[in-house]
């Protein structure tokens, strides 16, 4: 029998274009709407694995794992690209997946918000940007050229991933955006990957070289 688990809606306003594309207006931002959806149990679940598994139940449930299989491995593909930075020369290939880090094991150690990202559009990016200069300037005192350096570097993180000193200030001024913004609702979720990108660049260790092949 299914399971009541409550969760929050969060709306964005809708850009409203013309015949042109060209945007023209915002639709009315909706108000938060939290309800109770019916969510299988644990039981349900292996029920239909066990009991039915040619069903489309079962097929829906191991495509949903497969899904965040497929998240994982499209991360580090990304995380690949990032790290080429300008240099197109390089190119991504299967060799670059850490399979040891596809297992349900290792998916499960992830933090819930870094587990399966989902893609933010170019239009929530713009918007993060944007706030992002507004807020910062405001509440740090800083130039909007300044600013808009941090901005650059959110746009090709690569540029600053070798450089831990500038990636701990990166999320320090992320950290006084997301407690003075007042609209995490729209941009919150960009801030966080940005941040949670460069807090993974930080933790990881120093690459020593190896003196003998010098």
Known sequence: MAIAKQYKFNFKSRKITDEAGNEIGRTRKQDSVTCDLPVPSDQDIVDVLVSNPESKEAEL???????IVYAQAREQFDEVIDAFGDDDSKVVSSAHLDYDKLTLAYIASIPPARRGAAAISEEDWTAFFEDYLAVMVAATGKTADRIKNHINLFKKPAKAKANKEVLRVLVDQLDIYMANSANLEDTGNCAS?????FQKWISEPEK???LDLL
């Open 61 to 67: 449930i191991r495509s949903a794992v497969a899904d």
């Open 208 to 210: 020593a070289a190896n």
């Open 193 to 197: 990957r940005v941040s949670e990108k």
